[in-house]
């Protein structure tokens, strides 16, 4: 089976690497097209007024890689519509160097990547870590360790290419800086908590400028409320929240969430989760 693979870092981040290197063992054949620099918080932002610059960048005839002077949507929609991806069964974005939970997670370049492939389409993943010493459940203080997040993003990425889910689905996966175990939580976006602005007076000549820090602390908060994503990653679960283009219907999304449910009873076995069924009413 073959996967798309891109990211919001870039091209040569450690992310991408270890999570291509997972993808390829596992025995996917990925095609990677990945941003020639690091593209993270622009959401879905994509270039529509200037020509991309699209290189060969290394790999080989099963595993080619593409480097794109663009967003990581670009690179998506550039990949499908172009037809360099005609063969690919699943769209995968990742690894994140930091949390993407929460409502804030729209900002994030690694969902928006992956919800460019659920709306073109194609079932999409995009999974992210949280650093280690981190004290938010999206900071990206000290180095991430995606060992965990490859072995996970490639068990899922099996079962979202073989046993694609409803139409136009896409799973936001986050795990965790710290593991409390291997079982994978069904979550939801988690509310965030907004700070007011941190506005001071520019050192302009001007007295009609002003400095605004968009997030008042540097990093946003959350309600953490259970069955949430953030409150799984502060429990130290990984945490899966199913996402659906269903233009207002309704039922995709209903059975987007049954079918997820079914792929982590399936999926937990096999990462070792051996304790029993999760008791915390999240995964109902």
């Not at 879905?44 to 080989?60: F, H, M, Q, T, Y």
Request: charged share 20%; hydrophobic share 40%.
């Amino acid at each position: 089976m073959n996967i798309l693979l891109t990211n919001a870092e870039g091209y040569d981040a450690p992310g991408i690497a270890a999570l291509r290197s997972a993808l390829i063992l596992s025995g996917f054949n990925v095609l990677t097209v990945a941003p020639a620099a690091p593209q993270v918080r622009l959401s879905k932002a994509i270039s529509e007024c200037e020509p991309v610059l699209v290189e060969r960048s290394g790999g080989d005839d099963r595993h080619p890689l593409y480097r794109v002077h663009g967003t990581a949507p670009d690179c998506v929609r550039i990949a499908i519509l172009s037809g360099l991806a005609s063969q690919v069964r699943a769209v995968v974005v990742g690894i994140g160097e930091e949390a993407n939970v929460g409502e804030d997670a729209s900002n994030s370049s690694t969902l928006g990547a992956a919800l460019e492939g659920g709306m073109l389409g194609y079932p999409a993943m995009a999974i992210s870590q949280q650093a280690h010493g981190s004290h938010s459940c999206c900071g990206s203080r000290g180095t991430p360790d995606f060992a965990w997040a490859s072995t996970v993003g490639a068990e899922l990425a099996a079962w979202l290419a073989g046993s694609p889910p409803p139409d136009r689905s896409v799973l936001n996966i986050n795990v965790p800086a710290h593991l409390a175990d291997r079982h994978i939580k069904l979550t939801s976006f988690s509310e965030c908590i907004w700070e007011p602005l941190d506005c001071r007076r520019a050192n302009v000549e001007s007295e009609d400028s002003w400095l605004v820090q968009p997030h008042a602390n540097g990093l946003p908060r959350f309600a953490k409320e259970p069955g949430s994503d953030a409150w799984a990653l502060d429990k130290g679960h990984v945490s899966v929240t199913p996402l659906s283009f269903d233009r207002g219907i309704g039922r995709s999304a209903v059975k987007l969430r049954a079918w997820t449910r079914s792929i982590i009873q399936q999926v937990d076995p096999r990462l070792g989760a051996t304790d029993g069924a999760c008791s915390a009413g999240c995964c109902g």
